[in-house]
């Protein structure tokens, strides 16, 4: 299997890991905003972004985020090629996958856990495509989505964050990631933008 392409700006620096992947579900506006609206604009990994949105509708998501981060923030298209500090959301009814040369595919094949985009898919594309260079982050949400996923990412060797379930507005899809054992960090909304600066800028947890 070909590794990643790797894509920066000009001027960001080496990342230490190479792809930030987040899930969330109800509640998932304010945590996003919160962790985006704390990364440089130099973030030097893509962050690709599953968020449950009712498929009936056009999603505003990217545009909203887009005013409260420093990142560059679009909705997700496919062949799109995962760049550094940018944030990528799946498109309403679209699972999203990232494929071996870091390039965005979208499907709309059956749903997964009652749910399109789906975070497991997202997780273990993300682990076979980057292996130890990933990092997979669980916010607040109903439902077990992410978690099958997450312990794909961490077989690779990646890092998984999850919500602490005190702060999580819904408790579900961050209590079930942890009950899988394979998270590395539980942590309070505000600590998780800090954490990935840390994790991806220094390198810190190995």
Known sequence: ???????????????????????????????????????PADFPAPVVVVQHLDPRHRSLLAEILGRRTRLAVKEAQEGD????????????DHHLLITPEGAISLTDTELVHFVRPSADLLFESVAASYKDRAIAVVLTGTGIDGSLGLTAI???????????????????????????????????LREIGPALITLVMTGEDR
């Open 1 to 39: 299997m070909t590794s990643p392409v790797k894509r920066r700006k000009p001027g960001v620096p080496h990342a230490a890991f190479e792809v930030v992947a987040m899930a969330t579900s109800a509640g998932g506006l304010n945590a996003l905003t919160q962790i985006l609206a704390a990364l």
């Open 81 to 92: 090629k995962l760049c550094a500090g940018t944030a990528y959301i799946a498109p309403p």
């Open 154 to 188: 961490k077989k690779m060797g990646g890092t998984v964050i999850a919500e602490d379930r005190e702060t999580a507005e819904f408790s579900g899809m961050p209590g079930a990631a942890i009950h899988t054992g394979h998270v590395d960090f539980v942590l309070p």
